[in-house]
């Protein structure tokens, strides 16, 4: 009887020890995650605080229709940069920590890549430059632009090139050197902004040749670096590896731009690029959150994926992953959202603030794109991507008919509701995909109740604020935002401490 008690003593001491080491490891697992996501936040923070800057300038500095020219073309490089970089960002990161393990190998990654960057980029930039007129007329309907088309080419062709020593600095784990590098891009290209734009009055070539000049320094950082120690050459398997899981990704890519960014043309199209200038500084107001948080950790994120797949615990930590960022991205959405509107209506021309609506439903539309990042993870480790890119074609579509149907009715708060609704679709047919090929413990439960609690407090707060004076607002909105971390904390405590309990909504 002594000797049955003793061992069930041992099995409580053990099974307790376990949890203890279970949960020391997914504290360490948060707290590394947490530690490279804030070094790469130091870069991404920069970057809203920059176009904080830039964007009151800019709009007073240039006409709506000039502007909104802008908007365009911005998302017009967006498009062209991701289909000619092969989706090769992810595909480095896939096999420079997964596939290949020696020095050797992992040279010849990255100059394999400068090798297919410039086989798409250089030729795709020459057509350009040729063809700007007539480019100039389909996009923002008048020829004066073609200059501005051959200077955005140029800024593809340079931004291209950068994307070998990002990639290689991430994957190496150099968050510091990334963030640094990354910082004076953006102070470059906000020092050049400022001067071509306003003593020089260069206008909207101007705006874009400083993006060029910010892209440079990273060329100029790390290509020499690259090529000095691996060289520029390629090697067939590694061809074969990069293309075969990037290359899917480059629909994944056409359908991300369809989804986020073509809500900006078809506006132009639609309405005018007036609207489209209003509609750009709301969405870039309300999309800070995908800087200050989303971009930061999608950085991280892959190295720390695949390095958590090979833990026998991995459905546990992937659960806790999504539990905390899930939480961390909802309070940041609600307090940004607030944040925004007020400096909308501080730092903007008049003619901008009716817009004020359509920040926290591009905030909300931003937190959902960050859990369906999250549901990509079997797609990842299962080397599935196509269903990204089949997933993402699938709500880029209802995107564009849904533009094509609220726009029409209700201008540029129709084009944010149409990407709200687009990013729902989005992260629920993912949800169900990976748990088809990878299932994992979700909270989603947890999450769905947390985002209801935060409906709840932003309109009740903005209710509330109605023809109140400055102090009065700012005193309901610093109660609310109490209020609600409080209950997302508890959300978060009572699901660690009652497992299960909220995974299923």
């Known amino acids: 009887m002594t000797h049955s008690v003793q061992v069930q003593d041992r099995q409580k001491t053990t099974k307790s020890g376990r949890l203890i080491e279970e949960a020391q490891g997914y504290v360490t697992l948060m707290r590394d995650l947490a530690k490279s996501s804030g070094i790469y936040a130091l870069s991404s923070l920069a970057a809203p605080i920059i176009a904080l800057v830039l964007a009151p300038f800019l709009t007073h500095s240039l006409s709506t229709t000039d502007y909104g020219a802008l908007v365009v073309l911005n998302t017009a ?68 632009f073609s200059d501005a088309i051959k200077v955005a080419a140029v800024v593809m062709l340079i931004q291209n090139f950068s994307v070998p020593g990002l990639a290689w600095l991430r994957a190496e784990g150099r968050a510091t050197f990334f963030s640094v590098v990354s910082i004076v891009n953006l102070l470059v290209a906000l020092g050049a902004t400022v001067v071509f734009v306003g003593p020089l009055h260069m206008g909207i070539v101007g705006a874009l040749l400083a993006i060029g000049v910010g892209y440079a320094c990273i060329v100029v950082c790390t290509l020499p670096l690259i090529i000095s120690s691996a060289g520029v050459s390629y090697r067939a398997d590694i061809v074969r590896n990069l293309v075969s899981f990037g290359v899917p990704l480059v629909f994944n890519t056409l359908s991300f731009w369809v989804l986020q960014l073509s809500d900006r043309y078809l506006l132009s199209r639609l309405g005018s690029l007036s609207q489209t200038a209003s509609y750009g500084v709301a969405y870039s107001l309300g999309g800070a959150l995908n800087v200050v948080v989303l971009a930061p950790f999608t950085l991280a994120w892959p190295t720390a994926m695949f390095a958590i797949a090979k833990r026998e615990d991995a459905p546990q930590a992937f659960q806790v992953v999504f539990r905390w960022f899930g939480i961390l991205l909802l309070a940041a959405a609600f307090v940004l959202s607030l944040i925004a509107v007020a400096l909308l209506n501080i730092l903007f021309p008049v003619a901008y603030h009716a817009s004020a609506p359509i920040i926290p439903i591009i905030a909300v539309s931003i937190v959902f794109y960050g859990i369906y990042s999250i549901f990509t993870v079997g797609t990842g480790i299962k080397r599935k991507t196509w269903y990204i890119a089949l997933v993402m074609t699938i709500a880029a579509v209802i995107n564009v008919a849904a533009n094509f149907v609220l726009i029409p009715l209700y201008g540029s708060m129709g084009a944010a509701l149409s990407t709200l609704i687009a990013y729902i679709i989005l992260t629920i047919i993912m949800y169900f995909v990976n748990q088809r090929i990878y299932p994992l413990p979700f909270e989603v439960g947890l999450f769905t109740i947390a985002l209801l609690i935060g409906f709840i407090f932003y309109a009740g707060s903005s209710l509330l604020v109605r023809n109140q004076a400055v102090y009065g607002t700012c005193a309901i909105y610093i109660v609310a935002t109490i209020l609600y971390f409080g209950c997302l904390v508890l959300l978060g405590w009572g699901a660690g401490k009652y497992p299960g309990l909220l995974r299923r909504a």
């Open 77 to 144: 490089i967006l498009l062209i940069t991701g289909i000619t970089q092969l989706g090769l960002i992810s595909a480095v990161f896939r096999a420079y920590n997964y596939d290949y393990e020696s020095r050797t190998d992992r040279r010849k990654v990255l100059s394999t890549t400068i090798v297919l960057l410039s086989i798409t980029s250089i030729p795709l930039t020459v057509v350009f430059l040729l063809v700007a007129p007539w480019l100039a007329g389909v996009l923002l309907g008048h020829a004066s």
